[in-house]
């Protein structure tokens, strides 16, 4: 099964990216697949293409990453491009003033994964919210002037195990486990 280990997003603030989203959707000509507010998250690591057998030892890794942080805030504010403005693939907003406790849950995560023999990331870790993508084949102009996202924040309080199902109309995301940030004194 196609799985992901992400901070999900409280239904407030996917509301306000999804207002957002409305605010400048007619910006980009169509080019832009816009990720659907109910679909948003940070991913964490993102694991492709894993079997049954191996979600024990998601879980493990899950549970013992989260018991190393207590829950944090997390900011989002700015919108950002991937490669580049000059050769956008994807959107994202920017994970401000708690964007480093995410980076800090990555490298425990990854570490535990990497011991029971998951591959590391080649790329390093960024942490961002994508909301959008480029349509393939498709070049885009990114306009000169865009809408700012009003800033906002959110309590974190746990990671997730998500599963994705591709299908025409998008993907379809199932929690397949979550374990909550409780750091143990």
């Known amino acids: 099964?196609?799985?992901?280990?992400?901070?999900?997003?409280?239904?407030?603030?996917?509301?306000?990216?999804?207002?957002?989203?409305?605010?400048?959707?007619?910006?980009?000509?169509?080019?832009?697949?816009?990720?659907?507010?109910?679909?948003?998250?940070?991913?964490?690591?993102?694991?492709?293409?894993?079997?049954?057998?191996?979600?024990?030892?998601?879980?493990?890794?899950?549970?013992?990453?989260?018991?190393?942080?207590?829950?944090?805030?997390?900011?989002?504010?700015?919108?950002?491009?991937?490669?580049?403005?000059?050769n956008p693939r994807v959107i994202w907003l920017g994970a401000d003033g708690g964007g480093d406790r995410l980076l800090e849950v990555y490298h425990k995560l990854e570490s535990c994964l990497e011991h029971h023999g998951f591959d590391r990331d080649s790329r390093p870790f960024s942490p961002h919210l994508t909301i959008g993508r480029v349509r393939k084949h498709l070049k885009l102009v990114v306009p000169k002037e865009i809408n700012e996202f009003e800033p906002v924040s959110f309590e974190v309080n746990s990671l997730a195990i998500i599963k994705s199902v591709l299908t025409p109309r998008g993907p379809v995301y199932e929690r397949l486990f979550e374990s909550g940030f409780k750091k143990s004194i």
């Open 1 to 86: 099964m196609r799985t992901f280990i992400a901070v999900e997003i409280p239904e407030n603030i996917k509301e306000k990216v999804g207002d957002y989203l409305d605010s400048i959707r007619g910006m980009f000509d169509n080019k832009m697949k816009w990720i659907i507010p109910g679909n948003l998250h940070f991913t964490i690591k993102f694991l492709g293409e894993v079997q049954q057998s191996d979600i024990g030892v998601l879980e493990e890794c899950v549970s013992n990453t989260a018991s190393g942080f207590d829950p944090f805030v997390i900011g989002l504010s700015g919108i950002g491009f991937f490669p580049s403005e000059r």
